[in-house]
């Protein structure tokens, strides 16, 4: 009986999904700590529960500033000056009167915004243990009109109006909040011509969700030398690692003969953004 050989590249995805959470108190009235998480999805989910307004003039909140180091110096708080930066910005998605003379509002960013963000912050080293600096993006409002201007800077906020107390917005630069994300990893098998024929989680037993910390290692992953498929038998010629954030790239490639090229099969790398 004749074998039929085709050739194939396997490659290894990694997934970005993150969770981190963090109690800081940005824009508004606020009363109660405002709540960022990073959750499974890799989106920032973000709520406030502030006073409603009773004055004309007011500020709110529209993003933040990402940075890899802190960016305030005794005068101000510059965050988008000093290195690379990202922006992320919050879109409203709830909003709920909790009776009491406050309003609790929920805000999400998407998984794709966030992460670009990260990477135009220079984050994507980033391990956990690691520190990202959120530093508040400002709009003044004049009644029921947004001034559209974006107030990055503290002096531009402090400036912006004549605020009662324009040193409470000190608070609202250089949040230090700590990298704690765990990516799943996905081996995946595809034909030369991209036919997919075999995907698997790889599993982390050190972790509840199985998952693998962002910045560590992923343990030694063993690929198969052949793979039968449909009643076909298909040789590894090529490995790689793959974010699926960047579909188009192929990282770590190794190529050649399994039996000739031992790291061709057996992967090692470093779990990344």
């Not at 630069?173 to 995907?199: L, Q, W």
């Amino acid at each position: 009986m004749k074998i039929r050989i085709k050739y194939i590249a396997f490659n290894l995805i990694i997934l970005l999904l993150m969770e981190i959470s963090v109690a800081l108190i940005p824009g508004g009235l606020i009363e109660a700590a405002d709540d960022i998480k990073f959750d499974r999805s890799g989106s920032i989910k973000f709520t406030t529960t502030s006073t409603k307004a009773s004055t004309s003039i007011r500020y709110k909140t529209v993003g933040f500033t990402v940075a890899r180091n802190a960016r305030c110096t005794s005068t101000n708080c510059a965050p988008q000056q000093g290195g690379p930066y990202g922006v992320i910005r919050i879109t409203q998605v709830d909003e709920k009167d909790n009776g009491d003379g406050t309003v609790t509002t929920l805000f999400e960013v998407p998984v794709d915004k966030v992460n670009d963000a990260l990477e135009n912050a220079g984050l994507e080293t980033i391990s956990n243990g690691g520190q990202i600096w959120f530093s508040s993006i400002f709009h003044v409002l004049h009644g029921s009109r947004e001034d559209l201007t974006d107030h990055v800077s503290l002096q531009s906020i402090k400036n912006a109006e004549s605020w009662a107390d324009p040193s409470r917005f000190r608070q609202y630069y250089d949040i230090p909040i700590t990298m704690n994300a765990y990516y799943p990893v996905t081996k995946i098998y595809r034909t030369s011509e991209g036919v997919e024929m075999f995907t698997a989680k790889i599993e982390n037993n050190a972790s509840p969700d199985r998952n693998w910390p962002v910045g560590q290692r992923v343990d030694e992953v063993s690929l198969d030398k052949t793979y039968s498929f449909q009643g076909n038998s298909y040789k590894l010629v090529k490995s790689y690692v793959q974010s699926k954030r960047k579909l188009n790239e192929q990282n770590f490639v190794q190529t050649g003969d399994p039996d000739l090229n031992e790291t061709l099969w057996k992967r090692n790398f470093t779990n990344y953004l």
